[in-house]
């Protein structure tokens, strides 16, 4: 069973960088593709960033493209999403999400296609 366990959320100025860490626990995340997600309040939950098995492949919703990478250490068990050039808009429950996959070079961009999520953690930027 996969349990995820998202950190590193926090409150900051706008143009400060924090940095998420999602775990888990339990199997090894190398066999699942791995995605960051976001919902602000009065919003639907939305696309952040996402990572192959292998963590060859990336992608990036535009609105944070250039300004966060996603990364994973399949050894640690960790996936990371460095945030930089924080923006008052950035301001959301941010979601750590796995997807068993058989291809290692996949990337999911969609929610519905994750199987496991994370509770989150609340990241706020101040203007």
């Known amino acids: 069973q996969v349990q995820l366990v998202e950190s590193g959320g926090g409150l900051v100025q706008a143009g400060d960088s924090l940095r998420l860490s999602c775990t888990d626990s339990g199997p090894t995340l190398s066999s699942y593709a791995m995605g960051w997600f976001r919902q602000a309040p009065g919003k639907e939950r939305e696309f952040v960033a996402a990572i192959s098995r292998s963590g060859s492949n990336t992608a990036y919703a535009n609105s944070v493209k250039d300004r966060f990478t996603i990364s994973r250490d399949n050894a640690k068990n960790t996936v990371i999403l460095q945030m930089t050039s924080l923006k008052p808009e950035d301001t959301a429950v941010y979601y750590c999400?796995?997807?068993?996959?058989?291809?290692?070079?996949?990337?999911?961009?969609?929610?519905?296609?994750?199987?496991?999520w994370g509770q989150g953690t609340q990241v706020t930027v101040s203007s």
């Open positions: 999400a796995a997807r068993s996959v058989l291809l290692r070079y996949a990337v999911s961009i969609q929610l519905g296609e994750y199987d496991y």
